[in-house]
C-alpha cells in the first residue's frame, strides 16, 4: 500500500510528461502490448503452373443493311441481314425486339417466329431474318422507335449483341432501319 501512495504523490507532484514516461514504462514492464514473436514462413522445392482459357461466345454479325420495307396491302416488316457464327445453329440465337422505353414487343409481332421467319441468305451461314411490324405504329405510336437483337448462345454462355434499330413510320415519311456499330 506504501508503494501506491508514494506513486500518487509523485504523480500529483510531477509534470505531464513525466507521468507519460512513468506509464509506458509500466505498460513496457507488464508486457501488455507486445507481441509474441511467431514463424510465418515455409520453403517448398514443389511448383504448379496451369493455364485456362474462358469460353468465347461468338456473335452474329451484320452481313449487309437492314431494311424497313413498306406494303401497301400487307404489313410493313424489317429484313435484317446477318451471319451465323461458325458452329452455332438457329436454335443457339436469341432474338429480341423492344421498343424506345426498353420494353420488349417480340409477342406484339404478328405471326412472328424467329425460326420460321429466319431464311438462308446468299452464302454459308448468311441469314435474312424477315419481322413483321404493320401495326406496331399504331401501338407504340407514329415515328417510334423498335431495337431489334440478336445474340448467340452456349450453355448459361451468351455473346455481345448485334443490334439493328428500325424507325416505325409517321404520317408522311417512311420507316428505316440501321445497323448499330459494336
Known amino acids: 500500500m506504501a508503494d501506491v501512495r508514494s506513486v500518487r504523490r509523485l504523480l500529483s507532484r510531477s509534470s505531464p510528461l513525466l507521468v507519460a ?6 505498460l513496457g514492464a507488464s508486457g501488455a502490448g507486445m507481441a509474441e514473436p511467431t514463424e510465418a514462413q515455409w520453403a517448398d522445392a514443389e ?9 468465347r461466345v461468338e456473335s452474329p454479325t451484320p452481313n449487309g443493311g437492314c431494311t424497313y420495307v413498306p406494303h401497301a396491302l400487307k404489313p410493313d416488316k424489317i429484313l435484317l441481314y446477318w451471319h451465323l457464327p461458325a458452329g452455332q445453329t438457329l436454335e443457339d440465337i436469341r432474338f429480341e425486339a423492344k421498343s424506345n422505353r426498353g420494353i420488349s414487343i417480340v ?3 404478328n405471326n412472328f417466329s424467329f425460326l420460321d421467319d429466319s431464311h438462308p441468305d446468299a452464302g454459308p451461314n448468311n441469314y435474312r431474318t424477315e419481322v413483321p411490324v404493320g401495326l406496331l405504329s399504331a401501338l407504340l405510336g407514329l415515328g417510334a422507335k423498335i431495337t431489334l437483337t440478336l445474340t448467340s448462345t452456349a450453355g448459361a454462355w ?24 459494336a
Open 158 to 181: 451468351t455473346s455481345a449483341p448485334m443490334s439493328a434499330v428500325a424507325t416505325l413510320p409517321t404520317l408522311t415519311i417512311g420507316g428505316k432501319c440501321s445497323n448499330v456499330p
Open 107 to 109: 409477342d406484339k409481332l
Open 47 to 55: 511448383s504448379s503452373s496451369g493455364r485456362f482459357t474462358a469460353l
Open 21 to 26: 514516461v512513468l506509464a509506458l514504462t509500466l
